[in-house]
């Protein structure tokens, strides 16, 4: 509800402008064709408040409505209606009739597309109606020159601002577009790249590399024994132990390296024109600043990260031969009892030290040099 409402309050403000602008420069254009016709006094100033007062009545009609959006549709109808009726009672002079009618349906077109259109031409037709119910059935085909010049600021600037309010909601649509696509992109516990959009430019970046004959490594990265830290701790710290790990990588990284989090407890990470022994000090920083997280909940916790290198070579066939090869270095982590960096070329991490009071999960590892 309090969203819909929000909306409705959005449109009533991009009407309220163009309304006040439509309605008092439409106003002249109407004084110009009823000026040498009799009319009783409470017609200029049913003018008066249709031209002057109404845009303000208008707003605060469908700002104080608990349904801002069905208040404003209904204002517009209202403003058709009044068109009908100023065409009809200026005797349909054809230069003030077609000006004051096109714009009403240009702004219901703008507004609310065919249906409202529809909508308006009823209205119109209501007060066209009451016009001639009130007047009679009159028509003038002479347009006089003070018609034409009254009728000019009308032409002008009321097309120019309903072009203002439509550029100005499509530069807002183009904006929510891409802030939905940002978001499409992303994971949202940790803020980084998800699944899919990782791979995607991991592709981007293989095919890159195959032209330019360039370089880069990619990392995976696991939490070693994620299901026990959420078995034994709850899930709570779990997304907390991943919400670590996601602004480690970020200290670490450089602006054009792309990291993600590839499911679950693994993550991944691109690192163009790195070489593979760069990359994995750069990971060996995150390895052991990650390794240093301590929970105020959990003081006991201690985490720690296996991971994967590969670097790009040129007999790869496609980006997932890439990927293999830095999947088997961090099984190869894995398998050598985790906590360590572990690259593709086949180079053996050196093992933690360990003195009397230090864990394996919580030791730092050394790189080969």
Not at 59 to 67: G, K, N, R
Not at 131 to 157: K, N, R
């Amino acid at each position: 509800m309090e969203n819909r409402r929000g909306k409705g309050l959005s449109f009533a403000r991009r009407i309220y402008k163009p309304r006040i602008i439509g309605l008092g420069i439409g106003s002249i254009s109407v004084i110009g064709a009823l000026y040498p016709l009799s009319m009783p006094g409470w017609v200029w100033a049913l003018l008066l408040f249709n031209g002057l007062a109404w845009p303000h009545v208008a707003y605060l009609i469908s700002t104080h409505s608990p349904f801002p959006y069905q208040a404003e549709r209904r204002n517009l109808l209202y403003d058709s209606l009044s068109g009908g009726f100023w065409a009809a009672a200026t005797q349909f002079s054809p230069l003030t009739a077609v000006t004051i009618l096109s714009m009403m349906a240009m702004n219901n077109v703008a507004a609310g597309g065919t249906r409202l259109f529809l909508h308006g031409l009823l209205a119109q037709a209501v007060g066209i109606a009451i016009a001639w119910g009130l007047f009679g059935i009159t028509f003038d085909s002479s347009v006089s020159l003070a018609e034409v010049y009254t009728c000019l600021p009308m032409l002008t600037l009321y097309p120019m601002a309903i072009g203002m309010v439509c550029y100005q909601l499509a530069i807002k649509l183009s904006q929510h577009k891409r802030a939905l696509s940002a978001l499409s992109r992303i994971d949202s516990l940790t803020g980084l790249l998800n699944h899919g959009s990782w791979k995607d430019l991991l592709n981007l970046k293989f095919h890159k590399c195959q032209q330019l004959q360039g370089q880069a490594t990619i990392a995976l990265i696991d939490v070693d024994h994620f299901k026990r830290i959420n078995d034994k701790h709850g899930h709570t710290v779990g997304d907390a132990v991943l919400r670590q790990l996601s602004l480690d990588l970020r200290r670490h990284l450089r602006e054009e390296d792309l990291a993600g989090r590839y499911g679950g407890d693994e993550f991944c990470v691109i690192l163009p024109k790195m070489p593979l022994q760069e990359a994995a000090q750069v990971m060996e920083q995150v390895r052991e600043t990650f390794s240093n997280y301590r929970n105020a909940q959990t003081p006991e916790l201690r985490v720690s990260l296996s991971i994967g290198l590969a670097d790009f070579q040129p007999a790869f066939q496609d980006a997932v031969m890439w990927l293999n090869a830095a999947d088997r270095a961090l099984y190869a982590a894995k398998n050598t009892g985790r906590n360590c960096v572990r690259t593709s070329d086949g180079r053996s991490p050196v093992r933690p030290q360990l003195s009397d009071n230090t864990s394996s999960e919580s030791s730092s590892v050394s790189l080969p040099q």
